[in-house]
Structure formats: structure tokens, C-alpha cells
């Protein structure tokens, strides 16, 4: 039985950015029928969360959106690269202290910014057809230091209004596209599954004509 292919989301705390952009991921993967080739989670670059659920805005802007939401919150474990095929920073604080924490260059080279499959990124990202690491290309701007300026950052809306959590989710939407299609290309050829329709645009109808009237803090 071929392994799943894995990956992990990470930001700061694993209670906004990176469960929103677990919970966006797995819905498209749902969607393009690879949920049962690919496997999902998120965590933090630190434990000051551990155990607590995601913030409520996060929450509510998934709910609103229509995505599908149960979350614990847990730091990220260097051990943990030797099963992962792609770690996925939010911003470029991440990415930097995610490579430090790779144990080998191989993983290092797993460690990828998520906006830098979004359009217009010209990452030039790709993955291995199997369960091997995500090969690192020179034209990676979290390689070449275009990413690393934190042009292709999603801005942490932790200390903000509801207005950036909205905002954030719209760039990790976005993003998901693009790393979707390096998903399923890296995945082996005797599992390739025909993708169904996306249904991505009747969440985004939902969400507009169903905003919270309250905003949380965290």
C-alpha cells in the first residue's frame, strides 16, 4: 500500500494562520478526491497554545466560509520531518526557523512558504512522484531571497480586527490552488484519481452572505 503523502502547516502559536490553512487544504483535497492519498495537519513554531483550541475568529471566518473545523493546538517537533513530505511556513519568520530546526539539507529543502504557490509566485515548486522530499529549485523564491523579505508573508492577524482574519483566509485560499496542483502531481501515477469539479466558489458565497456580527478577541 503506497503511504500518504504528508504535510504539515505551521505558524507561531498553531491558533490562527496555520489551522485555517489545514482546514482550507483538506477541504480542496476533499474536493479533488485525494483526501484518502494525502494527509493534513498544522502546528506552531512554539508550545505557548498547546492544547488550546483556535482562536475564534479563526473559527468563525471557517464556519462562515464553510469549512469543516475541530482543532488542539501543539508545537512543531523536529523528529517530526522524517515523515513529512512538505512543511508548509506561513511567513517568512517560519520558514527561516523551520530550516534552522531540519536535522539534514533534505529536509530543510521540504520546508516551503505557502503563498509561494499563489499566483504570480513563479516558485517553480515541485515534489517528488513518491513519498521522497520536495526538491528545492533554484527558482524557489524562499531559496533565492524573495521570500525571505516577507513579500509573500500571510500577515499574523493575531493582534488585529476581524477584518485581517478574513483577509488571511483569502490569501490561503488562494495559495491552496496552487499547492494542490504540486500535490497531485507529486503524488505516484497508480493512485492518480480524476479530480471532480471545485465547489470552493459556493464557500465563498457563503461566506459573504454570512458574516459574524461579533468580533472576538483572542
Known sequence: ???????????????CRSPMAESVFRARLVEAGLDGLVEVD????????????????????????????????????????????????LDSGHLRELRRLAPTARDAAKVRLLRAY???????????????PVSAPASDPALSGLGLSGDLDVPDPYYGGFEGFEECLEMVETASEGLLTVVRAALPARTAV?????????RRAARETHQPQQKESA
Open 194 to 202: 480524476t479530480a471532480r469539479a471545485p465547489e470552493h466558489d459556493n
Open 118 to 132: 499563489g499566483p504570480g509566485a513563479a516558485t517553480g515548486a515541485t515534489a517528488d512522484s513518491g513519498s521522497g
Open 42 to 89: 498544522s502546528a506552531g513554531t512554539g508550545g505557548w497554545h498547546e492544547g488550546d483550541g483556535a482562536d475564534p475568529r479563526t473559527v468563525a471566518v471557517l464556519r462562515a466560509g464553510g469549512y469543516e473545523h475541530a482543532h488542539t493546538a501543539r508545537p512543531f517537533h523536529a523528529s517530526w520531518f522524517d515523515r513529512l513530505d512538505l512543511v508548509i511556513a
Open 1 to 15: 500500500m503506497t503511504a500518504p503523502f504528508r504535510i504539515c502547516f505551521v505558524c507561531t502559536g498553531n491558533i
